[in-house]
């Protein structure tokens, strides 16, 4: 079996000295244009888990330079997600004890041990492991993830504040306040969501999924 040397594989001084000058307004584009999407979004994130907005923010550069030193692909994103940012804030919320400070320290905890596995998941070539987690098992995740964001963030969406506690609770809890509901701020989610529905329509139908290949030999083949 064949490993990678753990401190010859870093990839920057290969690249960096293989950089072209044209590449860099484009690049200069590319940047500014994911700055747009990651500032807002670090900072919607941040408050999934509990953390003040700054938090996301940090999260989203000091990931990406990260990655940058160590990645492999010059082609790749790094960002902060809703799905770990519920996963954080479900887990440390309740040993925080409603505490801002605590629940910092605790999540900065879990990044940094979380940091620690992946390191070692990647001296022993253990990313074949995730071939092993079933279909099942991801739809599941994506379905109660999809549901217990939507209880977290259709308050905000009808305009009144929501609560805390487990899906059942922040569900009822909406449905119980549903009198309460702010219709500006509901016209105006409401036509910011069709607004990014028809934009992401729009680029399917532009970008239309190429058609399958045939090779001639496996044309002949079937004659």
Known sequence: MNRRPALGSIPVP???????SEWLRPDLVAGLTLAAYLLP???A????????????LYACLFSGL?????????????TV?????????????????????RQASLAAGVA??????????????????VGFFSETVLVGFKAGLALYLASTQLP????????????????????????ETHRISLLVGVV???ALIAGSDDSRRKDPEPAPLIHPSSRRSTR
């Open 14 to 20: 290969r690249w960096v000295r293989d950089y072209r």
């Open 41 to 43: 979004a670090g900072i």
């Open 45 to 56: 994130d941040a408050s999934l888990a509990g953390l003040p907005p700054e938090a996301g």
């Open 66 to 78: 990260v990655f940058w030193f160590l990645c492999s692909s010059k082609h790749t994103v790094i």
């Open 81 to 101: 997600t809703s799905a770990l940012s519920l996963l954080i804030g479900a887990s440390v919320g309740d040993l925080s004890g409603g505490d801002p400070a």
């Open 112 to 129: 940094l041990f979380v940091a620690v596995i992946a390191i070692v998941a990647w001296l022993v070539q253990a990313g074949s492991a």
């Open 156 to 179: 905000k969406l009808f305009g009144f504040k929501g609560t805390h506690g487990d899906f059942w609770e922040r569900a009822g809890y909406f449905l119980e306040h549903l009198g």
């Open 192 to 194: 910011a969501l069709t």
